[in-house]
């Protein structure tokens, strides 16, 4: 294991390196102008949400390790009660996200998010300007009722294959399908953390939280506002990479197997009786390890059974169909199994010379066993940040962690096959990888890692297809019962995931998978962090400073102040850290001043959403950086603009939605 070291601040990213720049004289001009009136303990807090905010921002900790510190350190230096520490993983906020996971999870495994955004797309011809309309409303929907990194990650294959039929650049659509995600999110209570968030934040503090479609009248202004920037202003900032040999353009399994010449490849090898494969086991076969071989199925011939005996007499029946198996590492071999392989000649050949087996020609039947429905085929990208780059598949133990298959490397510089065994991996490769439908389907929840493309989840069988329509229902009956007020936020979307796993929509093993555990550790571990800035003092003695500061300027300015700190911060942090660090500032500042908080509150939540200056601030921009061939410099040539739009638009709506 490497041993554990911090990089030089001058290393880093440009982004990081000037986050560090501003955090840090930020809290020394805290300290420095406070300091008459600061106690220790103000000093200790600031202290470690300095030491939090630097971690967040370079990532050389992980931030829910960094959170988890946060919540022991407040409790070690007695800030904190462990009650009031551990508070978080008991609020209804944390308890609430954790459950529109797994009801948007059950969304994206029916394939009822998928339905509805092709059926949408169906719509938009062929121009530019109509698919990008298409693709913004589209995500913009999906994403104003589940994660918008979900929508992003199920629309991405299908709005890059509208963009290869039509012959245009991905790299024109793509940036519009993660700030449509990001736009969406704004418009509903539900969309985002920091919606929640600060709707949570007015309830403990004995005002009227905000209620499901509050957002929606400066929400679905700003979705318009960003369709129309991007399909003027926008449309001629885009990049257009169409030439470059990083784009990448989805196929249907039939056609990428052509493309490897995986059916060329393939050979029927028999498991002789003498063979002294027979007992062991695939693992103990070495075939991918020594030969660089793939097994694809195995056929075995049904056990005869005795239909009736009569004295010395039997009558045995054996079905004449083999069985297909799926193969694993514990599954052994017996003789007369029949291996439907994918190798080179060379390695067929030693294969077969090593364990005493009889080779065969490959039917053209045999190409069922590349990809039916129950396996198949996809191509994974490696995005920038994935934990396998610099690392070699037998250094991870692939097929062994994610039981699947690797059958090619696709790396752009390079023409020729890759040594599957020793080859380190790099940002932009492309793994071809064989296996169940299903457990493709699972490196999709491992989305620093890979990125699925392709349809996968339209390969399936029919069953989870068919509950498509009741996780609909369910959904339906959620949004109606919040909308309504019959029950909390909390009650109904809890009781959702649960009938979600009970109808069979997703298993609870498979709900477990879809929760963003270290976004919910995130959350409840910041919490503590906000109640300690509040308990020691820090709020009220920063917020009664910037009020005196701001008191003579119209509350509409100190909306558009709030916006703007907050989008700065969440172009580097998560927002939901950012919102749950800045909210209840906003709060005191609203208090102090003798306004209504709602509109500085909700300018903090929807600035939170504003993440379209960095590729890192936010999962959906990660998720379309390689595909799409972009830049850091697109985000922030396309971001930056609509960020000071979105504020002065925010400035102007929010007084008349909410008065001061």
Known sequence: MKPFSI??????????QQSIFLFVPFVQFVIKKYNTAMTFEMILTLGILAFAIIFFVTEWLRVDVVALIVVITLMVTNLLTPTEAIAGF???????????????????????AASIGRQILKVAGGGQTSLMIAVMLTVAILSAFMSDTGTVAVLLPAVISMAASVQLSPSKLLIPLSFGALLGGSTTLIGTPPNLIVSDLLSENGMQPFQFFDYAPLGILLVVVGILFM???GKRMLPDRTREKGLLRFETPEEIAERYRL?????????RAA???VGKSIAEGEFGARFNVNILEIRRKPEAKTMVKLGETRLIWQADKAKGLKPSAETTFQPDDLLIVQGTASGISHLAASWNLGVQPAKRSDEQAISNEEVGIAEVLLPQRSRLVGKTLSELSFGRIYRLTVLGIQRPSE??????KAT??????????????????????????????????????????????????????????????????????????????????????????????????????????????????????????????????????????LFLVTSLFTQVLSNTATAVLIAPLALAIGQNLGIQPHALLMSVAVAASMAF???????????VMGAGNYRFSDYIKLGAPLILIAMVITMLVLPLLFPF
Not at 90 to 112: K, P
Request: hydrophobic share 50%; with cysteine; net charge neutral.
């Open 231 to 233: 399909v003027t202003l």
């Open 263 to 271: 059916p060329d490849n393939l050979y029927r090898l028999r498991v």
């Open 415 to 420: 023409g020729e096959s890759l040594n599957l």
């Open 7 to 16: 990089p030089r601040v001058a290393s880093l990213p440009f982004l990081e």
């Open 424 to 561: 380190p991996l790099r940002f932009g490769d492309t793994l071809l990888v064989q296996g169940s439908w299903k457990n493709i389907l699972a490196l999709r929840q491992k989305r620093r890692d890979f990125v699925v493309m392709g349809h996968p989840e339209a390969m399936q069988g029919p069953p989870q297809r068919a509950k498509a329509p009741l996780a609909g229902l369910i959904l339906l009956a959620m949004l109606l019962s919040m909308v309504g007020e019959f029950m909390p936020l909390t009650t109904s979307s809890m009781l959702a995931a649960l009938l979600m796993i009970l109808t069979g929509c997703l298993s609870i093993d498979e709900a477990y998978n879809v929760i963003d555990w270290k976004s919910i550790v995130l959350v409840a571990g910041m919490l503590p962090m906000s109640a300690a800035l509040d308990k020691v003092g820090l709020v009220a003695l920063i917020a009664e400073n910037l009020t005196t500061i701001l008191g003579a300027l119209n509350p509409i300015w100190i909306v558009g102040g």
């Open 613 to 623: 200056a960095s590729p890192v601030a936010s999962p959906v921009n990660t998720l």
């Open 275 to 277: 063979s002294t494969l």
């Open 90 to 112: 008991s609020s209804t906020i944390v308890l609430t996200i954790a459950s529109l996971f797994v009801i948007g999870g059950a969304i994206l495994q029916t394939g009822l």
